[in-house]
């Protein structure tokens, strides 16, 4: 009985047969519904990418693999009338840093190697640290521009994640200060900033090339898609002449350092062509150095500074009294006892002349025998001669910061402003129109253009002064620089030369201050004239401040270096045989 039941629970015990899995389609059908939905999704999205709106995708991808390499064009070399170079572009490359690369390879764990990078570059170890990290998010800065070829290598050496340099140019001047005022300089990106670099940056720069390339994740191109060619900067080439240029600076520096004076200046023009053979300024500045970049320093006081002429325009008075038939060339002007009367004001001469000829009232500077010449003859003859030189007009160099001075235009006119019109006060010129005046009658009277670019326009030259009476002139103001003339010190031995002198007052708000301008203007040889120069000494200091004695020196040594350097023939033996 035990036993029976005993086996009767055991077969209880035995596990049910397995049953078959049974197939529910409904949920077959859905799974595979959404599996094709997905697909066809797929499908769409990527049709869509490829077909109908490829243009994101491949701009991403450009993005991402495509760089544009700019191909920079050599600024053009500025060079003198001979081709000696006075601004050329050498290689330099600049250092750049890329922060956020830096940080992400720990390169400044290396402190060893960024103080190394530091030291070449000048700069303050921990400054130059903390500038990279006070810019730990962006992707480029510099860190210095236009280093040396050798600094560069020294610093690829140093194998710095995230500093590399970039190929770059630099304006290089072999003459230095003795030509920065009319050659200028460029700034940090080779654009011109003053003179010539920055008249002419256009046609000196040329157009920049560019190079599209496709790169690879190392870096590495695997594509060239385009080239544009760079086109390179033309060359200029200036009328003046380095030598002159040399000679012209040493004398007028000399001369500033002499007489303790503010400045000075010199320009020497080709009295047949108009040509700038030499334009100088001291103080002066040296442009391969930024930090001598100072604005009283690199002012062009050749053309920006106008000053009243004084008594180096008395030969246009004679010009124009002759011209109009005021006078001859054997009219004689009583000057009295050196004072003239003129309503409440007075005319005064240095010297007393008394009775003189047109030779003798350049010859001593009468200021009185001017005056009588103005008075006589309509104020429209004067103010015409002087226009018609040049006076009150820009001289078309095309130089940044030219002035055209101060060109009186009044409807009433006292008989005193007439007569100091005559003896150079109520007018402004600079030195360079001066010195385009004397050109002017040293070529009997033929206005040439002045130029410091040769160029193959149409003849622009014209007839303002009768030639027969500019030689008149030019032969009374010869006598100046003789024996018993207020510019003796002009003088070049072997050469006849043809100069005035002057000295003005400094005009100040009110009248006139106790400073002085002090000049020389003249041509040479005066047989048949080639050159124009005019000399300008600013404020001299001490008892000795007239023209005479202070340009008149300077005036001698450059027309002398001048006449030997073009190799002209010495003509004073001539003079004297006739």
Not at 57 to 85: F, V, Y
Not at 156 to 180: C, D, F, H, I, N
Not at 283 to 293: A, G, I, T
């Amino acid at each position: 009985m035990t036993k029976s039941k005993a086996k009767t629970s055991v077969k209880a015990k035995k596990t049910p047969a397995k049953e078959t899995p049974i197939l529910i389609r409904w949920r077959f059908h859905l799974v595979l519904f959404f599996l094709f939905l997905a697909f066809a999704t797929l499908v769409a999205r990527i049709g869509y990418i490829q077909v109908i709106e490829p243009d994101n995708l491949i701009r991403q991808g450009d993005l991402r693999s495509i760089r544009a390499k700019t191909l920079h064009s050599a600024r053009g070399i500025i060079s003198d009338r001979n081709g000696e170079p006075l601004a050329v572009s050498v290689p330099v490359e600049a250092v750049w840093a890329d922060p956020a690369t830096i940080f992400k390879e720990n390169s400044l764990e290396d402190r060893d190697r960024w103080y190394a990078l530091a030291d070449v570059l000048g700069l303050e170890r921990d400054a130059l640290v903390e500038r990279i990290e006070n810019n730990s998010k962006r992707r480029f800065i510099y860190l210095q521009r236009q280093v040396s070829p050798a600094m560069a290598n020294y610093i690829r050496e140093l194998k710095l994640k995230g500093v590399g340099l970039k190929s770059e140019s630099r304006r290089y001047y072999p003459a230095g200060e003795v030509s920065a005022h009319i050659i200028g300089v460029t700034g940090i990106d080779g654009h011109g900033l003053e003179g010539v670099e920055r008249s002419y940056d256009k046609w000196l720069t040329g157009e920049a090339g560019k190079r599209i390339i496709r790169k690879d994740r190392y870096g590495r191109v695997v594509e060239n898609i385009s080239l544009e060619e760079r086109e390179e900067g033309k060359p200029l080439e200036l009328t003046i002449d380095q030598r002159l240029q040399a000679i012209a600076f040493r004398a007028i520096k000399q001369a500033v350092a002499d007489f303790r004076a503010t400045s000075g200046s010199a320009v020497l023009l080709d009295v047949k062509t108009g040509a700038v053979l030499a334009m100088v300024n001291a103080p002066s500045y040296n442009p391969n150095n930024r930090s001598d970049l100072q604005s009283f320093k690199m002012r062009n006081r050749v053309i920006t500074d106008a000053f009243e002429p004084g008594s180096t325009v008395k030969p246009f008075v004679v010009l124009a009294a002759l011209e109009n038939g005021v006078v001859d060339e054997d009219t004689v002007i009583d000057t009295g006892n050196g004072i003239m009367q003129i309503g409440g004001s007075r005319v005064r001469d240095t010297s007393k002349v008394g009775k003189a000829d047109l030779t003798t009232i350049l010859k001593k500077s009468s200021n009185i025998g001017v005056a009588k010449m103005a008075l006589d003859m309509p104020l429209e003859a004067l103010l015409g001669m002087y226009s018609s030189v040049g006076f009150g007009e820009v001289s078309g160099l095309n130089l940044v910061g030219e002035t055209t001075g101060i060109f009186p235009n009044r409807r009433r006119w006292s008989k005193f402003e007439i007569a100091t019109l005559a003896f150079g006060y109520g007018l402004t010129i600079t030195p360079l129109q001066l010195a385009h005046a004397y050109a002017t009658l040293g070529n009997y009277g033929k206005y040439q253009p002045v130029h410091i670019i040769e160029n193959n326009q149409q003849d622009l030259s014209r007839q303002v002064i009768d030639h027969n009476i500019a030689k008149q002139v030019l032969e009374m103001l010869e006598t100046v620089t003789q024996p018993g003339g207020t510019a003796t010190k002009a003088a070049v031995p072997g050469y006849r030369v043809a100069a005035k002198t002057g000295t003005s007052r400094k005009a100040i708000a009110g009248g006139y201050g106790d400073e002085y301008f002090a000049y020389t203007a003249g041509v040479a040889p005066a047989s048949n004239p080639r050159v124009a120069l005019v000399v300008v000494v600013n404020e001299p200091q001490g008892d000795n401040y007239y023209g005479g004695s202070v340009a008149g020196p300077v005036f001698s040594e450059i027309m002398k270096g001048a006449l030997q350097i073009m190799n002209i023939a010495p003509d004073e033996n001539k003079f004297k045989s006739e």
